[in-house]
């Protein structure tokens, strides 16, 4: 399942929690697509905390608690980890990262606590929803296969990496666009991991956002760019991004284009990614920063001036997904969209 989608599954199923529809999700795949992100974003949407229980570094005992004497019974203390509606707020997501790392004995601890939402004498809180990750069998951490029980207790979504939510997201998160146009340019290498070679560092979601802090702190130090992309994205896509950024001095003038002014659009390709998402870059600036619509309409106006139409659908549907339905208000959309209006926009 695409991000997008099953960000939207999260957000329905923590809502639910409140209409007693909540059910546990397993969220599914490879090291570095989002997982744990995607969780945190839920409750940053919802302004609830999140509890990050990583199963794989615990004992039994500490979901369970410790047992302790009262008179002739034996009675839990409960951990202090788990959500309690007096310190921790009447909602939030219990996370259980990395469950598929926790040996059998501390994930059979957890069977009550996912399917019952209790254990012993603890309960969790009514307004708690509860989400789990893990990585596959396949993908050379350090997994056990999931107890039939455990898994019964889950409803199961297995994360994909897309190019386009990935760019959404990266326009939210002002990452830098020199990389955005990069993996545009080469959207194989958004997630490039082969468990067979094990390697150390590999594209992915993840370690494209450490190049994009690399290019932050080091773009003033070619001596050390190339090998600071190396140790985020590996070898040969630290090479790649280094030269792709090192061929942008031959980039239009960006500003020359939000003026108006007559501005060819370059014949490389990889250029034409780049242009198209410095401007979409520039679009998001100008949403945050008054009237934006002058803007909106002289990036539509050089969007239909891309030599294959798809590339300035491309930047336009970017440009859509960045800054919303506004778009659609300014006077050039409509006649830009009538050149385009055989190629499809936007995914459904």
Excluded at 224 to 252: F, H, M
Aim: hydrophobic share 45%.
């Amino acid at each position: 399942m695409r991000p997008a989608q099953l960000m939207t599954v999260l957000d329905r199923e923590f809502l639910s929690v409140a209409e007693g529809h909540h059910t546990p999700v397993m969220i599914w795949g490879p090291p570095g697509v989002g997982k744990s992100q995607m969780v945190s974003q839920i409750a940053a949407r919802h302004g609830v905390p999140v509890i990050d229980i990583r199963l794989s570094q615990m004992e039994p005992t500490d979901l369970r608690g410790i047992p302790f004497r009262t008179n002739d019974k034996v009675d839990w203390a409960v951990p202090s980890l788990l959500p309690d509606a007096a310190r921790h707020g009447t909602s939030g997501i219990l996370f259980l990262d990395e469950i598929t790392s926790a040996p059998p004995s501390v994930s059979a601890a957890a069977y009550q606590l996912i399917l019952d939402r209790r254990l012993g004498d603890y309960q969790v809180p009514p307004g708690w929803a509860i989400f789990a990750a893990g990585n596959r069998q396949g993908d050379r951490g350090v997994t056990y296969t999931m107890p039939s029980p455990l898994a019964n207790r889950f409803s199961h979504f297995e994360l994909e990496t897309n190019l386009d939510d990935w760019v959404a997201w990266a326009f939210a998160q002002g990452i830098d666009e020199r990389l955005i146009a990069f993996l545009r340019f080469r959207p194989e290498l958004l997630f490039d991991f082969d468990p067979a070679a094990n390697p150390v560092a590999f594209p992915s979601p993840r370690s494209w956002e450490f190049a994009h802090r690399a290019l932050q702190k080091f773009a003033d130090r070619p001596q050390l760019l190339v090998a600071t992309l190396q140790a985020c994205v590996g070898p040969a896509a630290g090479i790649e991004l280094a030269a792709y950024v090192d061929n942008l001095e031959k980039l239009p003038d960006i500003d020359a284009i939000l003026r108006g002014e007559s501005n060819a659009v370059p014949q490389e390709t990889d250029l034409q990614y780049a242009v198209a998402c410095a401007l979409v870059s520039r679009a998001v600036k100008a949403r945050d920063g008054g009237d934006p619509a002058p803007v909106y309409g002289r990036i539509l106006d050089y969007a239909a001036g891309f030599p294959t139409r798809e590339m300035g659908v491309m930047l336009v549907s970017d440009m859509h997904r960045a800054v919303g339905q506004d778009l659609f208000n300014v006077p050039q959309f409509a006649d830009w969209a009538k050149q385009v209006a055989d190629v499809m926009l936007y995914d459904s």
